[in-house]
């Protein structure tokens, strides 16, 4: 069984920040590929950014320069530090890890997702 457990969302006034942590537990053999995602109302799913486990980094043209995504390998988190909000960042934003168990076995697992909203 693998779990991922979002925290830090919230409320936060226009140009603010915040930070988004996801810790992986259970059954883990190794977390490659960590990333976050966001679903604004009636809208798809869209990539924030990912890291691969050595630390490469990708974002969408939206968040470049505002988001910066990190991670901690010996505590299999992730992060996401969020500067210069504007209400269009509001969203939920889901966790994404792909994950290879002890038994061998690789799959990919989202987080029950934490909302952020950016409003004065």
């Known amino acids: 069984q693998v779990q991922l457990v979002e925290s830090g969302g919230g409320l936060v006034q226009p140009g603010g920040s915040l930070r988004l942590s996801c810790a992986a537990s259970g059954s883990i053999f190794i977390v490659n590929t960590m990333g976050w995602y966001r679903q604004a109302p009636e809208k798809q799913r869209e990539l924030v950014a990912t890291?691969?486990?050595?630390?490469?980094?990708n974002y969408a043209d939206s968040v470049k320069g505002r988001f910066t995504i990190s991670r901690d390998n010996a505590k299999n988190t992730v992060y996401l530090q969020m500067n210069s909000l504007t209400p269009e960042d509001t969203a939920v934003y889901y966790c994404?890890?792909?994950?290879?168990?002890?038994w061998g076995r690789g799959s990919t697992y989202w987080g029950q997702g934490t909302q952020v909203t950016v409003s004065s």
């Open positions: 994404n890890a792909a994950i290879t168990t002890f």
């Open positions: 890291i691969t486990r050595g630390g490469n980094s």
